[in-house]
């Protein structure tokens, strides 16, 4: 009984709510500006102050690193360009902390393999824990020839494959 009398209040009370004139329902052409903020930011209509740290910091550093990466690459501005960075940036900040850390180290080619450990420590045993037999380089890891790990590149590259191909991606680079 106690249930449907809250029930019944609670609808009266949004329906006294809806029927009144409430500003929050009027189109606002700004973001509405909340009583605890000193100061917000926007750009064509909307609101930036939740990224204006990012903002800041591609602003300082994402002309260095555009040159950067392409004296790396050998890339001219235009091959730069041509990379949809939003889409890398919604791939990679979708990835957990760990997996960034990850793939950021085999990007600047600092994986810790064999090799990179013999540069460190020169006793450490560097050759490859699938095939026992060559130097484990960057290289190595992806042509290694030993018969299981060939069967889960094949096996992790098919899947890869099918997942990709549920997105949208463009028949040349299902194809490549
Ligand atoms: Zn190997």
């Not at 500003?23 to 990224?51: G, R």
Request: glycine share 2%; hydrophobic share 40%; charged share 10%.
């Amino acid at each position: 009984m106690l249930k449907l009398d809250l029930n019944d209040i609670a609808d009266t009370m949004a329906t006294g709510f809806q029927s009144g004139y409430n500003p929050l329902y009027e189109p606002s052409e700004f973001p509405l500006f909340h009583p605890l903020h000193v100061a917000t930011v926007s750009i064509n209509n909307s609101s930036i102050t939740s990224k204006l740290g990012h903002m800041f910091y591609f602003a300082v550093y994402a002309p260095t690193l555009q040159e950067t990466i392409c004296k790396n690459l050998k890339w001219d501005a235009m091959t730069f360009d041509h990379i949809n960075w939003d889409a890398h940036e919604a791939a990679f900040t979708s990835l957990t902390r760990y997996q960034q850390i990850a793939v950021s180290m085999l990007v600047h080619n600092l994986w810790n393999s064999g090799n990179q450990c013999k540069q460190h420590i020169p006793a450490a045993d560097s050759s490859c824990a699938s095939c026992h037999h060559d130097l484990e380089t960057i290289d190595h890891i992806f042509n290694c020839p030993d018969h299981e790990t060939l069967l889960n590149q094949t096996a992790s590259y098919s899947s890869f494959l099918q997942t990709i191909s549920l997105f949208q991606t463009p028949h040349q680079i299902l194809q490549a």
